[in-house]
């Protein structure tokens, strides 16, 4: 996991990216049950050697089996002189050249693509049915659940999946053809899988064949439940004298496609006078910013709306049973509705109330002081969210997967693409050849428009 941030005033866009990396340790096709957090990870890089362009990277460190490092400095190459006038155009230059390029994804890392997606999808459908199974277990007496009852539990939750995917919309460049020949094609492995996860459970034909549609589905529907990267592709395009930014999510390469969809819940929309826009684990920036977490709200909710409820279910069961014996059973339950009404009308309330005041004492004075902020100061402040992260998490009992130093880039129209802050793997001192040879490289792209050069 990583912590990102983009803060966006009118005049530059200031991006700040963590080092931590964790690796999920995986022997044969079956995870080992343990991890490794690696604070080196590169995640925050120009886009551009000319224009005023950026790109971070979460979730997924590279794209089936390709580092993202290396796909974006190669794609970087290759984009040379070239420039675009708006930072969508950008994004989908960047987009095509990895469907342009499925070459560089081999067959083997595909297949291990296809069976992470699939093994999460048949996990998730076998933990619906454990959680299932373990409910109706502390409620029977003998702590027995029968046969018929155990196959209705998996017929339920095979449907709902099946369901849940074939509601959804294919996903940009995949359609039902496709996902037909996907299936044929994969019938081995997914038998394999089925058997690796089901191993414990009967399952009959026809949930087997249902099984196989799901493993299609899960590949070529716009889902993307099953894991990802993110790509956040950030800064001014040639025409363009506000920033922009644009995010993604980037699943894999499946049979020479490659899946991705804009993430319209990070969209940077009608270009305000400023945003800040974190990225994977967002709840300490998120607090920050609206002075409340988002999860202790919830939990406010949560706790009001159970007070209330047992608070109007005993005074309307006090006031029906000293009602009239005669009253009517439809003006009884008049009565009822109008109390969980009003309940629910309270609850919204309250949330209301939360909300206009973390508006107005929070989120807006924090906006309105990031509209003016300089550039250094915007670079300053995304920094310290970042760290910020890094910290909660460095004193709380969860994992430390926010850490490591933090790569900091602001973008302006003007100054382009600025460094605030870079590690680097090795001491800058000792290797001034790296620095010359990317000189060289610069001035030769800068003279031949579209000359690839070498990757740096």
Same mark, same amino acid.
């Given at each position: 996991?990583?912590?990102?941030?983009?803060?966006?005033?009118?005049?530059?866009?200031?991006?700040?990216?963590?080092?931590?990396?964790?690796?999920?340790?995986?022997?044969?096709?079956?995870?080992?049950?343990?991890?490794?957090?690696?604070?080196?990870?590169?995640?925050?890089?120009?886009?551009?050697?000319?224009?005023?362009?950026?790109?971070?990277?979460?979730?997924?460190?590279?794209?089936?089996?390709?580092?993202?490092?290396?796909?974006?400095?190669?794609?970087?190459?290759?984009?040379?002189?070239?420039?675009?006038?708006?930072?969508?155009?950008?994004?989908?230059?960047?987009?095509?050249?990895?469907?342009?390029?499925?070459?560089?994804?081999?067959?083997?890392?595909? %297949?291990?693509?296809?069976?992470?997606?699939?093994?999460?999808?048949?996990?998730?459908?076998?933990?619906?049915?454990?959680?299932?199974?373990?409910?109706?277990?502390?409620?029977?007496?003998?702590?027995?659940?029968?046969?018929?009852?155990?196959?209705?539990?998996?017929? %339920?939750?095979?449907?709902?999946?099946?369901?849940?995917?074939?509601?959804?919309?294919?996903?940009?460049?995949?359609?039902?053809?496709?996902?037909?020949?996907?299936?044929?094609?994969?019938?081995?492995?997914?038998?394999?899988?089925?058997?690796?996860?089901? %191993?414990?459970?009967?399952?009959?034909?026809?949930?087997?064949?249902?099984?196989?549609?799901?493993?299609?589905?899960?590949?070529?529907?716009?889902?993307?439940?099953?894991?990802?990267?993110?790509?956040?592709?950030?800064?001014?395009?040639?025409?363009?004298?506000?920033?922009?930014?644009?995010?993604?999510?980037?699943?894999?390469?499946?049979?020479?496609?490659?899946?991705?969809?804009?993430?319209?819940?990070?969209?940077?929309?009608?270009?305000?006078?400023?945003?800040? +826009?974190?990225?994977?684990? %967002?709840?300490?920036?998120?607090?920050?910013?609206?002075?409340?977490?988002?999860?202790?709200?919830?939990?406010?909710?949560?706790?009001?709306?159970?007070?209330?409820?047992?608070?109007?279910?005993?005074?309307?069961?006090?006031?029906?049973?000293?009602?009239?014996?005669?009253?009517?059973?439809?003006?009884?339950?008049?009565?009822?509705?109008?109390?969980?009404?009003?309940?629910?009308?309270?609850?919204?309330?309250?949330?209301?109330? +939360?909300?206009?005041?973390?508006?107005?004492?929070?989120?807006?004075?924090?906006?309105?002081?990031?509209?003016?902020?300089?550039?250094?100061?915007?670079?300053?402040?995304?920094?310290?969210?970042?760290?910020?992260?890094?910290?909660?998490?460095?004193?709380?009992?969860?994992?430390?997967?926010?850490?490591?130093?933090?790569?900091?880039?602001?973008?302006?129209?003007?100054?382009?693409? +600025?460094?605030?802050?870079?590690?680097?793997?090795?001491?800058?001192?000792?290797?001034?050849?790296?620095?010359?040879?990317?000189?060289?490289?610069?001035?030769?792209?800068?003279?031949?428009?579209?000359?690839?050069?070498?990757?740096?």
């Amino acid at each position: 996991m990583t912590t990102e941030v983009a803060i966006i005033n009118r005049q530059a866009i200031a991006l700040a990216a963590d080092s931590a990396v964790t690796i999920s340790l995986v022997v044969g096709n079956r995870l080992a049950g343990g991890t490794k957090i690696f604070n080196t990870a590169n995640k925050l890089f120009s886009l551009s050697r000319f224009e005023p362009i950026g790109v971070m990277v979460y979730g997924d460190a590279s794209l089936t089996g390709v580092p993202w490092e290396s796909l974006i400095k190669v794609y970087r190459a290759k984009l040379g002189k070239t420039y675009f006038p708006t930072i969508s155009a950008y994004a989908e230059d960047f987009l095509n050249f990895l469907s342009n390029n499925t070459h560089y994804f081999l067959p083997e890392d595909q %297949e291990r693509s296809f069976r992470a997606v699939i093994l999460s999808t048949f996990f998730n459908i076998k933990q619906n049915i454990e959680k299932e199974l373990l409910g109706i277990k502390k409620e029977s007496k003998d702590g027995k659940v029968t046969s018929t009852r155990i196959k209705t539990i998996i017929d %339920e939750a095979i449907d709902d999946c099946f369901n849940y995917l074939d509601k959804k919309k294919f996903a940009a460049g995949f359609d039902k053809t496709f996902a037909t020949s996907l299936i044929s094609e994969n019938d081995a492995v997914t038998n394999e899988l089925m058997d690796q996860v089901f %191993e414990d459970l009967k399952i009959n034909k026809s949930n087997k064949s249902k099984l196989h549609k799901i493993a299609g589905l899960s590949v070529c529907k716009d889902d993307f439940s099953s894991g990802y990267s993110g790509i956040v592709i950030a800064g001014f395009g040639r025409d363009e004298m506000v920033p922009d930014l644009k995010p993604y999510k980037i699943q894999g390469v499946f049979q020479g496609k490659v899946k991705y969809a804009f993430d319209s819940s990070k969209e940077y929309s009608n270009r305000p006078h400023s945003s800040i +826009i974190p990225f994977a684990q %967002e709840d300490v920036i998120y607090t920050f910013v609206a002075g409340l977490s988002s999860h202790l709200l919830n939990i406010q909710v949560q706790s009001i709306e159970r007070i209330l409820a047992a608070w109007f279910d005993s005074f309307t069961s006090a006031m029906l049973a000293n009602s009239p014996e005669n009253m009517p059973e439809d003006t009884k339950e008049s009565v009822k509705n109008q109390s969980k009404e009003t309940k629910n009308a309270l609850v919204h309330e309250f949330v209301e109330e +939360i909300r206009k005041y973390q508006h107005d004492n929070f989120i807006e004075p924090v906006m309105q002081t990031v509209s003016n902020l300089p550039k250094e100061e915007l670079a300053e402040m995304a920094e310290a969210l970042v760290s910020l992260t890094s910290l909660r998490r460095k004193v709380s009992t969860d994992e430390e997967t926010v850490g490591g130093p933090t790569d900091v880039a602001v973008i302006s129209k003007g100054d382009g693409f +600025i460094w605030y802050k870079r590690k680097h793997y090795f001491d800058p001192s000792l290797n001034s050849d790296f620095f010359a040879r990317r000189s060289i490289v610069e001035y030769n792209e800068g003279k031949n428009p579209g000359m690839e050069g070498e990757d740096l």
